[in-house]
């Protein structure tokens, strides 16, 4: 065992570990890339993140930078939970709800508790949290919110930031903040303080200051937008601020979250599901248009590619469920209104519109059948585990949003850019957003295909950024899309972000190469010689 590990383990609660099989399990995440850890830590306490941070800063402080990453469950996909140096992993131990109440709706929690274990205990007092991932039956909390996660109900309840009331927070320095919504006054208060806060407000002030118009005018007009940091959010019309929304996700590079206190939304188990099938995109996506002002709890996707897909290699999966000839289009649209009256109003509604575009329409308020028609969009899965001989589906441009208005548009220049390629594509998604994810079969082996990957890549962003979109929805930057937030906002914007950074983590100590100062060079030699999702298969991946 290092120094470094030693010194930790004397000083920490939680256990310190340098063996080579752990440090080898924890090289991987969900993404194409691999990077080993150092050392892992299982902070039992906020104040073992704390220690951990005040020891590397002040090895910074003398010239040696030990990188520090926080770890939920490492299902990230574009390699945000992966770091060289020490890794802070929060399931082990820091899993726990420490409150609940359901007169005020709230809940607080740490970070590494599992967000199916949150949601089943808020579903048994009649409350839930609505942007939950499709991974949220094997991921964290804590990944949620440094990714600010979204999902199928975001389409009307909105993303995790919108939820998120408190963060307590360690800085790089090791001292801990409580973030939440500060008045001007407040904020004077904060400015005042000698400490390393106080210098981050100071700092963030003059610069939201100094970059006003810049700030105004570079705010993507999408529904969704993980890209950068959220600078749009964070200082309000009326002076407030709240660091809230720029450390949610921020992936661990501004700082780690050790609790956090979110706000939760009533959970009516009663709801409406249609289910259309269309044969034309651009009816689908004049739909999708309408469908979205009658305030619809999900608006959900897959196409005709993915069909085909399970048909060729599971045929038995959808056969009770989809009909030959198999549509180019299904849609599935959810109404959860509390009320039965205004659930049975809008479904009504949302029907006249299908009946205009679709060729078939299905309706039901069965939970057994809703249960059989979500199978359809949750075949997407179907993707992740099947292997097409060598080749792997793999994460690299599967969460592209473009302004919904232009949704059919897109889609048709996605299967010509695939075409392009030789590639076959499958895609499904979150059509209430327009927010379309597609994962293309590669092989790692093949130096051709690694090659291809990232011309493929450049191109697939360029083409987003050029539709008024944001190259990242829900599953934010990570590695993976560090090298083209420059391609979306400019050198200007970008060197905000890099001052953002600079502000909150001088030494570039907390989690770097994720968002910030990353290219594509860097990323070629960090990637996998092969992609597996193996250590997931007892949960059996959605996506």
Not at 235 to 256: C, E, Y
Not at 315 to 344: H, M, T
Not at 409 to 420: A, I, N, P, T
Not at 476 to 493: A, C, S, T, V
């Amino acid at each position: 065992m290092s120094k470094v590990a030693q010194y930790l383990q004397e000083h920490l609660v939680g256990e310190v570990m340098t063996a080579a099989d752990a440090r080898s399990y924890f090289a991987t995440d969900g993404s194409i890339f691999t990077v080993t850890p150092q050392i892992i830590v299982y902070p039992r306490t906020e104040n073992d993140i704390r220690k951990a941070a005040r020891f590397t800063w002040q090895l910074a402080e003398r010239g040696r930078t030990i990188p520090l990453t926080a770890r939920g469950s490492g299902t990230d996909q574009a390699g945000a939970a992966i770091g060289s140096g020490i890794m802070l992993v929060f399931p082990a131990h820091m899993n726990k709800i420490i409150s609940l109440d359901s007169g005020k709706g709230l809940v607080t929690i740490q970070p590494g508790l599992n967000y199916g274990r949150l949601q089943q205990t808020l579903h048994t007092h009649g409350m839930f949290l609505p942007p939950y991932p499709a991974s949220l039956d094997y991921s964290t909390i804590g990944g949620a919110i440094a990714n600010n996660a979204a999902g199928e109900k975001s389409v009307k309840y909105g993303v995790t930031k919108d939820f998120v009331r408190e963060l307590r927070v360690v800085l790089a320095n090791g001292e801990v903040i409580t973030t939440g919504k500060l008045s001007k006054r407040d904020i004077n208060k904060k400015m005042g303080l000698a400490s390393f806060e106080g210098e981050i407000y100071r700092a963030l002030d003059a610069l939201l200051n100094d970059h006003k118009d810049l700030i105004a005018k570079t705010q993507p007009t999408v529904s969704k937008n993980v890209a950068g940091y959220d600078v749009w959010s964070l200082r309000q019309k009326d002076g407030s601020m709240d660091l809230t929304q720029l450390i949610v996700g921020s992936q661990g590079t501004l700082g780690i979250v050790s609790e956090a206190t979110l706000e939760t939304e009533s959970y009516n188990p009663r709801k409406t599901l249609l289910v259309s099938f269309f044969d034309d995109t651009a009816k689908a996506g004049h739909a999708i248009v309408a469908l979205k002002k009658l305030l619809p709890s999900a608006v959900e996707l897959v196409d005709s590619n993915l069909l085909n897909f399970i048909d060729t290699y599971n045929p038995n999966q959808l056969a009770e469920l989809i009909k030959k000839p198999i549509p180019k289009l299904v849609l599935l649209v959810e109404f959860d209104d509390v009320s039965s009256r205004l659930q049975r109003k809008r479904s009504k509604k949302a029907y006249k519109i299908l009946e205009k575009h679709a060729y078939e329409t299905k309706v039901t308020s069965d939970e057994h059948e809703q249960e059989d028609y979500w199978k359809i969009r949750h075949s997407a899965a179907t993707i992740f585990w099947q292997n097409v001989g060598n080749k792997k589906a793999l994460p690299i441009i599967e969460d592209g949003i473009v302004p919904i208005e232009r949704f059919a548009e897109f889609l048709d220049k996605v299967y010509e850019l695939f075409r392009s390629y030789s590639l076959d594509i499958a895609v499904w998604g979150h059509a209430g957003d327009a927010n379309l994810h597609m994962q293309p079969f590669f092989d790692l082996t093949q130096v051709g295909d690694r090659q291809k990957i990232f011309k493929l890549m450049e191109e697939y962003y360029h083409l987003v950024v050029s539709f008024g979109g944001s190259i990242t929805a829900e599953h934010n930057d990570g590695r993976l899309r560090g090298p083209y937030l420059k391609m979306m906002y400019g050198e200007e914007l970008y060197e905000l972000f890099r001052k953002i950074k600079q502000i909150f983590d001088p030494f570039n100590s907390l989690n770097p190469g994720v968002k910030i100062d990353v290219t594509v060079q860097d990323l070629q030699p960090i990637m996998r010689q092969e992609y597996s999702m193996a250590h997931l298969y007892d949960h059996m991946p959605r996506t």
